[in-house]
């Protein structure tokens, strides 16, 4: 299971996930505690998949992580789409990079919250509810393409969009 291998990590370790499907206990509501751990899918969203059969989170950081601590090529799917709407990615206060990843829906994908300074690079966002939220955050969200019924960015204090395609804010 993936957290297995966030748990046996040092800091600044990489937990390369092989090819393949991943679900249930150990590949959802994944949490770093902290660690400066780059989790990285061996060959990108096409091959690495996570299903999250209607689960409420991927990962959850909130101690503060920093740009170091990544998550990079997956394909995240079947998010929960039931109130309250809770993003799969979890940001509080913490300043992750979540890069080459894509989401396809339904749900919502990213939430900045407390001052987080994430960067979300080069990810595709499709058939969601929502991309990304950010509330008293700025993200940098970069490079991104957000598609397919998706609502953009719902942004309330702090924003910092560049080059993304089908973005929007209200």
């Known amino acids: 299971a993936i957290q297995e291998g966030i748990n046996a990590a040092s800091g600044g ?17 994944l949490f ?6 780059a989790v990285r899918g061996k060959n990108g969203p096409d091959h690495c998949v996570i299903d999250l059969e209607n689960s409420n989170s991927l990962a959850v950081l909130d101690r503060g ?6 998550v990079e090529g997956f394909h995240v799917m ?3 789409v039931g109130l309250p709407l ?15 990843c894509r989401f396809t829906g339904p749900g919502l994908a ?28 700025r993200p940098l969200v970069s490079n ?4 397919g019924g998706t609502t953009g ?5 702090g924003n910092g969009m560049t080059d993304c395609l089908g973005a929007s804010s209200p």
Request: glycine share 10%; hydrophobic share 40%; with cysteine.
């Open 13 to 29: 370790d990489t937990v390369l996930v092989l090819d393949g499907l991943y679900k249930g206990v150990g590949n959802n509501n």
């Open 32 to 37: 770093f505690g902290g660690k400066i751990v």
């Open 65 to 70: 992580e920093g740009l170091a601590t990544r």
């Open 78 to 80: 079947n998010m929960r």
């Open 86 to 100: 809770v993003p799969v990615i979890q940001c509080f206060g913490s300043s992750p990079t979540i890069a080459n």
């Open 110 to 137: 990213v939430g900045c919250y407390n001052n987080s300074q994430a960067v979300v690079a080069h990810c595709t966002f499709s058939g969601l509810r929502e991309a990304i939220t950010c509330i008293t955050s």
């Open 144 to 147: 991104c393409l957000i598609h």
């Open 153 to 157: 960015v719902y942004v309330v204090a």
